[in-house]
């Protein structure tokens, strides 16, 4: 008999949460959704395994974007009403509003979750333009509206470029998670193809000792040259060029 996704949830607290998500990705029917808590908790779980070296960027990247395809997302709403919601300040230019949050437990004190959780809210007009990371690791799930994702692995570094090589162009639902690692997709953007759409970010940053916690380096993929095995020689560029370049429609 088929195990459930949610008993096996509730059955396995002892086992490592890594090998748990392996587990069931392989379990089926999948006809229980993972409650918020659940899911949150795992996050957590997920985090300090990469933070601590214990599972790798790639195994964290796939066991997050897997995590997230069960999660209830009615119970997910429900913790975020009741959490702390704090504006990110005003946006850069034509970027979405980001809000920090703050999960309250039982008792209404903060939970210490070990990563950080921030919900992206795009008007019609709002656009996460395309950018790489360093030293950390994130996971877009989005959670309302539709959003037109795309990914690139980043294969090598070169002085003021980037090469890329395109891994997804997606139209996301919610409960599609999005993760970049340094291994993985490493370059994202995320553009709205509804009048509203809404995303929540897992973050986990200073994952490497002795640098800053993290960083974001603007990329032109769309005016790169094409290379004959199919990736992308992409010029690095500002923040401002950037907001020039890329509006929600590119
Ligand atoms: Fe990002």
Redesign the pocket.
């Known amino acids: 008999m088929p195990v459930s996704r949610r008993s096996l949830l509730r059955n396995c607290a002892s086992f490592p949460v890594y090998a748990l998500v392996a587990e069931l990705a392989r379990a089926a029917p999948r006809t229980q959704a993972v409650p918020a808590r659940r899911w949150l908790s795992l996050q957590s779980e997920l985090a300090r395994a990469l933070a601590g070296g214990k599972i790798s960027p790639a195994d964290w990247h796939q066991q997050v974007n897997e995590l997230s395809k069960d999660v209830d997302l009615e119970s997910l709403a429900h913790e975020l009403r009741r959490a702390r919601i704090k504006d990110a300040g005003a946006p850069f230019g034509h970027d979405p509003q980001k809000r920090f949050v703050t999960i309250l437990g039982e008792d209404d004190a903060p939970v210490r979750l070990g990563y950080g959780l921030a919900l992206f809210d795009f008007g019609p007009e709002s656009v996460?333009t395309p950018?790489?990371?360093r030293y950390?690791a994130?996971a877009?799930m989005v959670i309302d509206g539709r959003v037109r994702v795309r990914t690139f692995d980043r294969v090598k570094d070169e002085e003021n470029f980037l090469i890329l090589r395109p891994t997804q162009d997606t139209l996301a639902e919610p409960g599609h998670s999005a993760a970049?690692t340094s291994s993985t997709d490493n370059v994202?953007w995320?553009a709205p193809r509804s009048s509203r759409a809404m995303t929540i970010?897992v973050i986990i940053d200073g994952l490497d000792r002795g640098k800053d916690r993290y960083l974001?380096e603007p990329v032109d993929p769309l005016r790169g040259s094409q290379l004959s095995d199919g990736t992308i020689r992409a010029p690095l560029i500002s923040f401002e060029r950037s907001m020039e370049l890329y509006r929600a429609s590119s």
């Open positions: 996460i950018h790489a990371h950390m994130s877009h970049m994202h995320f970010d974001i």
